[in-house]
């Protein structure tokens, strides 16, 4: 079993899942252990989902690498993330984007990133657990809460939307959220998908095949 962050992340290198240098040093400055529940505290390290409550999971670090590795991100990009849970890939992101050169809030009092979550106590968990890492208060993340298959058009557009949970297709509203140029990595079924937006209606779409998530929770 693997004890440390380090083995963790030695072994998500080994697997070929964790390949830049930025990420690389961003899964070093966000321990995940920080952001599980105390009674899976000894698992932390393990490279499987494990249980947050509410029905949902933090992610398998190995397809949390993955996504953000296909997610590519850029200095000045401004995130969507849909499905915060307890925060860790929040936080990764956050980190990233500080990493890349990204600002704090820009001259429109708009966000770096907006971390959207539908689970109200899962929201609370989200702003517990990155508020040591001083990212709200730096105006890096703003985190909401409803329901992330409508987007939030609030702070859009997008460079870069991505999504935790599985839907059986990419929202029309996170399409209309991206900007040209764009990305969007998300779960659809058991697959992740990566979308490119060439333009306002066109876009370019690769899939990866044989994962597993949580659905995405939307309002009934």
Request: charged share 25%.
């Amino acid at each position: 079993m693997t004890h440390s962050n380090e083995e963790l992340i030695e072994e998500l290198v080994d697997l070929g899942y964790l390949k830049s240098e930025g990420l690389i040093e961003t899964f070093r400055a966000i321990d995940r252990k920080g952001f599980v529940p105390p009674d899976v505290l000894s698992v932390a390290y393990i490279n499987e989902p494990l249980p947050i409550g509410y029905g949902q999971t933090i992610s398998q670090p190995l397809t949390v690498a993955f996504m953000l590795e296909l997610l590519d991100l850029r200095g000045g990009d401004k995130v969507l993330e849909i499905g915060s849970g307890s925060g860790w890939q929040t936080a990764l992101i956050a980190h990233m984007i500080e990493l890349a050169g990204g600002a704090a809030q820009d001259p429109d009092g708009r966000y770096g990133m907006v971390a959207m979550e539908i689970i109200p106590q899962l929201a609370s968990m989200t702003k517990k657990n990155i508020t040591p890492h001083g990212f709200i208060e730096r105006g890096v993340v703003r985190v909401v809460l409803g329901d992330g298959s409508l987007g939030y058009e609030g702070e859009a557009p997008y460079d870069k939307i991505i999504a935790a949970a599985a839907a059986d297709g990419i929202p029309e509203s996170w399409k209309e959220q991206l900007k040209i140029g764009g990305r969007i990595v998300a779960p659809v079924r058991h697959s992740i998908v990566v979308l490119d937006k060439k333009d306002k209606k066109e876009f370019e779409q690769k899939e990866f095949f044989g994962f597993a998530f949580v659905p995405l929770v939307k309002e009934k």
